[in-house]
């Protein structure tokens, strides 16, 4: 009777008996974590079928250097295959006007910037284009790339991994970071500021002008300080 490292050094190898087995022994897993996305329009056998996907990938790709494991190692991934699913089947679509509104903000920000040295403020910027700081907020929250929280942050064999995947779904604050991964240490040792940015954008759905207001920042700065800490934890999960 082979324990599970072993059956995933035998499925790495080729051994499709031992990635067979570790398939049926972690269904339970896969089902356990189907449940969460119930009442999304989905059959729960559909959904099965694509968490079993990640699991498979999980298989492949496990790193025992990783130190944790299998089945903590195996969540974030299983649950990232299935909310890859639900994004990829169901896209939002952005309005024309909005897709235009952030084309111009981008355009007149950097135009102002190269002359000046200095970035405006989003209530500069919204008397330039006679509109306002809401709508220039949600037009660039809307035409924002898939980077966010959908980035992704490591990528092997042409498999990403994106950040979501290493971020549960339940409301505590800690319970939120699959703890087998790095980020949660990352997040913690982060200055103060900077954390209460993430905790604010990711764990509390805020928007960029939220939390421009609660830290003191415009929304621009805000953007940009999100866009660095993010290249920031791409490079510190994965240059371990």
Request: overall charge negative; some cysteine.
């Amino acid at each position: 009777m082979y324990d599970t490292n072993e059956l995933i050094k035998l499925a790495q190898q080729g051994n499709e008996d031992a990635k067979k087995q570790l398939v049926e022994e972690n269904s339970g897993l896969v089902w356990s974590i189907v449940k969460r996305f119930s009442g999304r329009g989905y059959e729960a056998e559909d959904l099965f079928q694509i968490g079993s996907i990640g699991l498979i990938k999980c298989i492949d790709k496990f790193d025992f250097s990783f130190n944790v494991k299998f089945s903590t190692y195996a969540v974030p991934m299983i649950m990232g295959e299935i909310k890859r699913f639900l994004r990829d089947d169901g896209p939002i679509k952005v309005p024309r006007p909005l897709k235009e509104l952030a084309i111009k903000v981008k355009q007149l920000e950097e135009s102002i910037t190269k002359k000046t040295g200095v970035c405006p403020s989003v209530n500069f910027i919204a008397e330039q284009l006679n509109t306002t700081a809401d709508e220039i907020v949600v037009a660039l929250d809307s035409s924002r790339e898939v980077e966010s929280i959908y980035s992704s942050v490591y990528q092997n064999d042409g498999t990403d991994v994106l950040l979501i995947d290493k971020i549960d779904s339940k409301e505590s604050y800690d319970d939120k970071i699959i703890d087998n991964i790095l980020l949660k240490q990352i997040i913690e040792n982060l200055p103060d500021r900077e954390k209460e940015i993430i905790r604010l954008r990711y764990f509390e759905d805020k928007t960029q002008m939220d939390v421009a207001k609660r830290v003191g920042l415009s929304q621009v700065q805000v953007s940009r300080i999100e866009k660095k800490l993010l290249n920031f934890f791409r490079n510190e999960l994965y240059s371990q």
